[in-house]
């Protein structure tokens, strides 16, 4: 009789110990009985190709990659899903049984469903989203809220090649808006997300006047330390619907552990409360 293998699975970076998703799948994986682990691993980007090589071979069944190689993983998969190739980055892969290597992109999904967790109301289709940042989350952002149905979206960053590059390759619903400018469009906009990493606790704050919001707006953050920015204590001063950036975090965590473990995690308010201890 063949033993049954306890199904390994990494979060791959470098550096990679400040991470919060061990502790996050450890938490999972405790609370279904999963014999299973999670485990960093720290790989520079000279031995990525080799380490991946080995993994399915060492009993992993999949990994979650972080910086610096989200961009380069797609280089080395054999099947790239849409929206990883969309974003031009993946952050969940899946080796199959014969080593084959399947790379995902979750942050979208994180972030939609951050949202529709804490504000079940909001929907992207409510009318024009603002983003501001044009990095590898607001990649995922942009991709996420078209495929939902936002019907104009308007982006914006203090390098604007980047946010060109953006509107660019996801079409003729997004338009770049001079990062001065964003007050104007601000009234406009139902959906307004700092995708930039302004109000992070050693960082800028973010320099916007949100008064030309309406209540009916919706702002999140992609930041979560400290939770609440000061761009969400505006914005909820202001009566507006607000959205804390943690959840996506754990949210876009859920495929992959579903994925690798054959189980389908609760996002509640337990875990959250983890990852902010």
């Known amino acids: 009789m063949t033993a049954e293998k306890i199904p390994l699975v990494a979060v791959m970076g470098s550096p990679i110990a400040h991470s919060k998703s061990p502790m996050l799948h450890g938490y999972w994986l405790r609370k279904y009985g999963i014999k299973g682990h999670y485990i960093p691993i720290d790989v520079d980007p000279t031995h990525l190709s080799q380490v991946l090589e080995t993994m ?11 910086i610096p190689h989200k961009e380069n993983i797609l280089k080395l998969a ?17 080796f199959s049984a014969n080593g084959q290597i399947y790379a995902d992109n979750t942050d979208g999904y994180g972030f939609i469903e951050n949202i529709r967790q804490h504000q079940p109301t909001w929907k992207a289709s409510e009318g024009p989203a603002l983003i501001l940042g044009a990095g590898g989350a607001a990649r995922a952002v942009v991709s996420s809220l078209l495929e939902n149905g936002t019907p104009e979206l308007w982006i914006t960053n203090r390098t604007r090649a980047r946010a060109e590059k953006i509107a660019s390759d996801f079409g003729a619903r997004v338009k ?12 406009g906009a139902t959906t307004v997300v700092n995708a930039t990493s302004l109000g992070m606790i050693g960082k800028p704050e973010m320099a916007i006047d949100l008064k030309p919001l309406t209540k009916k707006s919706l702002v999140t953050d992609l930041v979560y330390t400290p939770l609440q920015t000061p761009l969400l204590s505006q914005a909820a001063q202001k009566g507006c ?16 552990f579903t994925r690798w473990f054959k189980t389908q995690p609760i996002v509640d308010k337990a875990v959250r409360e983890l990852l902010l201890t």
Do not use: C, E
């Open 241 to 256: 619907r607000t959205v804390d950036g943690i959840g996506m975090l754990i949210h876009q965590a859920v495929p992959g």
């Open 56 to 66: 399915s071979k060492m009993g992993f069944v999949g990994a979650n990659v972080t």
């Open 78 to 94: 054999d099947k790239i899903s849409d929206r990883a190739a969309m974003i031009g980055a993946a952050n969940t892969l899946s």
């Open 176 to 187: 770049v808006i001079d990062w001065f400018s964003v007050n104007k469009y601000l009234s």
